[in-house]
């Protein structure tokens, strides 16, 4: 599976949106964007995850680019329970491995 | 539907002892991974299960094993455990290798002194 790489940290206030950055740039062709977070000492929970298109569902939205690169997680209206780590993972669905990097620990402040 | 659900929630053992923790999968979901999540590593696949077969194994040694019942519950095995097995093991179902997505149990505090 592809690494990916993001930034170790990053603050939001509350309220506004949360953009989230990830990088991937040796993904291949059947490999999916998958995002899950994880609040302190709970288990991951799945966010959302997309092949090419644009995907949005209750929680956040996806924005992959056009050559699959890199990819965004937008957070429309972050609130303080969104305080977690998030993590950006490239997967096929050959597979249920998942390989988990550093992921990006979200600060959403007052 | 209920989530993945793993037994004990919290466990304190001494180093060489043996443990043995459970994971009920999401009901239909026929496959299960484990991972082990350390403040130094990470998060790290340990094994992955469909229909009571081992499908993948991550880098760990032998003193962990696991398996899958029938019902597609399944335990994970530490023996003769070390200080360095503290963590928090964490259980993840999906329906079937390869498709839809994996969701995660609360997860299993080893703490081994």
């Known amino acids: 599976d592809a690494k990916t790489t993001q930034p170790p940290s990053m603050d939001c206030a509350e309220g506004r949106a949360a953009n989230l950055p990830c990088n991937h740039s040796?993904?291949?062709?059947?490999?999916?964007v998958y995002w899950y977070r994880q609040i302190h000492s709970q288990g991951p929970q799945y966010i959302i995850h997309g092949l090419k298109n644009n995907e949005t569902n209750e929680m956040a939205s996806l924005i992959i680019t056009e050559d699959r690169k890199s990819s965004t997680l937008i957070l429309p209206h972050a609130t303080l329970r969104d305080t977690a780590v998030y993590y950006c993972?490239?997967?096929?669905?050959?597979?249920?491995?998942?390989?988990f990097g550093g992921g990006t620990r979200l600060m959403v402040k007052p | 539907k209920a989530g993945v659900t793993q037994t004990p929630r919290y466990l304190i053992k001494t180093r060489g002892q043996q443990v043995t923790l459970s994971c009920s999968p999401i009901s239909g979901h026929r496959s299960v991974s484990w991972y082990q999540q350390t403040p130094g590593q990470g998060l790290q696949f340990l094994f992955e299960y469909f229909s009571e077969t081992q499908r993948n194994k991550g880098n760990f040694p032998g003193r962990f094993s696991g398996r899958q019942f029938s019902n597609s519950r399944s335990e994970m095995n530490v023996s003769t455990l070390e200080l360095g097995d503290s963590a928090l093991y964490l259980c993840?179902?999906?329906?079937?290798?390869?498709?839809?997505?994996?969701?995660f149990g609360p997860g299993t505090r080893l703490t081994v002194l």
């Open positions: 993840a179902s999906i329906q079937a290798p390869g498709t839809d997505t994996q969701y």
């Open positions: 993972i490239v997967r096929s669905n050959a597979g249920n491995m998942l390989t």
């Open positions: 040796t993904i291949s062709g059947n490999e999916y």
